[in-house]
């Protein structure tokens, strides 16, 4: 006959429950009531904000004020360069604009007083409607790039692939910008016959009337060198056909327009060069500018400015202090014999560790949630009245990077708690988990590292885990140096997170393991 296994009654269920409570309670009345625990953790909190806001105390250079302090802003929110040569007509209702690109050409300054010929990657010409002569404003455009050939963009975030080679003399290509209402079309061609559809674009809400035309720009020229990657002017020239125009086009004539006044951020001119356009004899245009017409994002070209994480470099220090406090919540009973004196009155040992971790993960994820709420506004606010651009995120991304801090200060402290169970020495477990965390992420954003050790770090080490905080957006049309000495992260941010989460998820089930296997 087979036995079966009564269910517990709820009275039982009820009375577990309430004994963890009491656990609960008494790890919680425990930890408030060390004065040096309490102190620590609140210094964790101070920590990590002055070391955030210190960090990012420098005055702007060049004398820039608050009124500099902005980023132009596309459609979408996001930050964007917009900054390049426009020779332009004005265009009312639905039109047609059809060129030949007969080259694109360029010249760097390589930093050594010589300069370099030759038209960078993402140096653009072509043609392009814009609803306005303001930075921001929404577009589409079809061009030529120096080295990932024709491409379709729109609104600075989105990029589609046309026909590959690079444009010259002996191999020109056509261009077609069709508008119909608030729908654009792209097209390209080699012969001006049979053209190739490159894609389609609608803007809701175009104006009527719009600037339409010819432009060229270049952002800076990367240079690897043995001391590192480093940036230098560049400037771009499309060499253009007599334009062919259909629809509602004004009958001025073409101008010529610097938009943003400057190349931006990711771009300058040389000291030879400058934006402007000339007019050929068969009615083409020379087009030469600068600049970019894309997203903003980390980086040298981001400019002067700060991210969110930014403000949060501090967190570091804080770890530091809730990772050594983590430690001795447990390490401390140990030491003074406590810890039998609350296994007799809790012998369930899970549940004595398990209350503990709540304690002080939760009295970190305080900390963290507290610090990051209080250092970004204060943080921001001073950086744009020292003239700092500040990078704009959404709201639900920077609840993400505040909750997020929160959670990898919790994640350190329950490994910490975990580690220090089951090595029982505070100076050991301490300087281990500091190793594991804290000394990675310095050595990975510090730039000491090569990029693959850089990121081989951030992938299988707690300090993963700072990714959380990264804000920063990376696409492949915008050339930049994205590693993770510029604020990039190899994970994504909350699988970054998943990292010190699952380390201190083992480290606790070793410690409860290890405790019930042997005296304390």
């Known amino acids: 006959m087979t036995a079966t296994l009564a269910p517990r009654p709820p009275a039982t269920r009820r009375a577990e429950r309430g004994g963890f409570l009491r656990t609960l309670h008494a790890e919680w009345t425990k930890f408030r009531t060390v004065r040096g625990w309490v102190l620590a953790m609140a210094g964790a909190l101070l920590a990590t904000i002055v070391v955030g806001l210190l960090g990012t105390a420098a005055p702007a250079p060049g004398g820039r004020g608050a009124d500099s302090a902005s980023y132009p802003k596309g459609p979408g929110g996001e930050a964007v360069n917009d900054s390049f040569y426009f020779v332009h007509k004005t265009l009312t209702g639905d039109g047609t604009l059809t060129v030949p690109l007969r080259s694109l050409t360029g010249v760097a300054d390589t930093g050594t007083g010589k300069t370099a010929q030759g038209a960078q990657p993402w140096a653009k010409a072509g043609i392009i409607v814009k609803e306005s002569l303001t930075q921001g404003s929404p577009y589409a455009a079809v061009m030529a790039t120096g080295g990932h050939g024709v491409r379709m963009q729109y609104d600075y975030t989105h990029d589609t692939a046309g026909p590959s080679g690079k444009v010259t003399q002996e191999s020109p290509r056509w261009l077609r910008l069709v508008r119909s209402g608030d729908s654009l079309t792209g097209y390209a061609s080699t012969d001006g016959s049979h053209w190739t559809k490159v894609g389609y674009a ?28 480093g940036f230098s002017p560049a400037v771009a020239t499309g060499t253009f056909g007599r334009p062919g125009l259909t629809g ?70 804080g770890l530091i202090v809730v990772i050594a406090v983590g430690t001795v919540f447990i ?60 990078f704009p995120v959404t709201s639900a991304t920077e609840a993400r990077v505040m909750v997020g801090t929160g959670l990898l200060c919790a994640a350190a402290t329950v490994l910490a708690l975990g580690v220090g169970a089951l090595l029982r020495r505070s100076g050991t477990a301490v300087a281990l988990v500091i190793a594991s965390i804290v000394l990675p992420f310095l050595l990975a954003t510090s730039g000491v590292l090569p990029p693959g050790v850089s990121e081989w770090l951030l992938r299988v080490t707690p300090a993963a885990g700072f990714a959380v905080q990264q804000t920063l957006p990376q696409y492949a049309q915008v050339l930049s140096v994205y590693e993770p000495s510029t604020g990039y992260y190899p994970l994504a941010p909350w699988a970054g997170l998943a990292v010190p989460c699952g380390y201190a998820a083992l480290a606790f089930g070793l410690a409860v393991v290890r405790l019930r296997g042997r005296d304390v």
């Open 248 to 317: 509602g086009w004004s009958q001025s004539a073409w101008s010529g327009t610097q938009v943003g006044g400057d190349a931006g951020t990711s771009g300058s001119y040389t000291n030879t060069t400058k934006g402007g356009f000339t007019q050929t004899d068969g009615g083409g245009f020379t087009v030469t500018g600068a600049g970019d017409i894309a997203p903003v994002v980390g980086g040298p070209v981001m400019g002067v400015g700060f991210s969110v994480e930014n403000f949060l470099v501090g967190t570091f220090a």
């Open 331 to 390: 390490t401390g009973e140990y030491r003074r014999g406590l810890l039998r004196t609350t296994m007799a009155a809790t012998p369930l040992r899970g549940r004595v560790l398990g209350a503990k971790a709540l304690v002080a993960g939760g009295v970190a994820f305080a900390i963290g949630l507290v610090a990051a709420a209080i250092t970004v506004p204060i943080g921001e606010h001073s950086a744009r009245g020292r003239g700092f651009h500040v």
């Open 202 to 229: 609608k803007l809701p809400g175009l104006a009527r009337t719009v600037q339409a035309g010819l432009f060229a720009t270049s952002p800076e020229a990367k240079q690897d060198t043995a001391a590192g990657t």
